[in-house]
Nanobody, 127 residues
Framework: VQLDESGGDLVQAGGSLRLSCTAS????????IGWFRQVPRKGREFVAR????????YYADSVRGRFTIPGDSADNTVFLQMNELKPEDTAIYYC?????????????????????WGQGTQVTVSL
């Protein structure tokens, strides 16, 4: 599956952004989608994921309560709604897909367990 992220921008601290991850085929029923972010000289950090059946979401501690994967995601698009943004949220944000199902929760927090990746979208949060 091919993935394409969009929606990254420059925003002031406290603001909001909505990222989109559009897939080349239907997502739900097949792929678990993960959102990750990366800053220079660091590995990709897990942010959030939505389960392949669209029924389960999970968030990193650093974003829980501020970021959500909304329920209006379409068959081939997953959104990441980011509120109360902080300067430390500045990063390139990636979405990724894995077709493997029914693994334990920690499995989907590892970037190496995803098969397909988008090119990323830059989010910059200023003071």
């Amino acid at each position: 599956v091919q993935l394409d992220e969009s929606g990254g921008d420059l925003v002031q601290a406290g603001g909001s952004l909505r990222l989109s991850c559009t897939a080349s085929e239907r997502i739900f029923g097949t792929y678990t989608i993960g959102w990750f972010r990366q800053v220079p000289r660091k590995g990709r950090e897990f942010v959030a994921r939505i389960r392949w059946d669209g029924r389960g979401t999970y968030y990193a501690d650093s974003v829980r309560g501020r970021f959500t994967i909304p329920g209006d995601s379409a068959d081939n698009t997953v959104f990441l709604q980011m509120n109360e943004l902080k300067p430390e949220d500045t990063a390139i944000y990636y979405c990724a897909a894995t077709h493997l199902k029914n693994r334990g929760g920690p499995y989907y927090m590892q970037a190496t367990n995803y098969d397909s990746w988008g090119q990323g979208t830059q989010v910059t949060v200023s003071l």
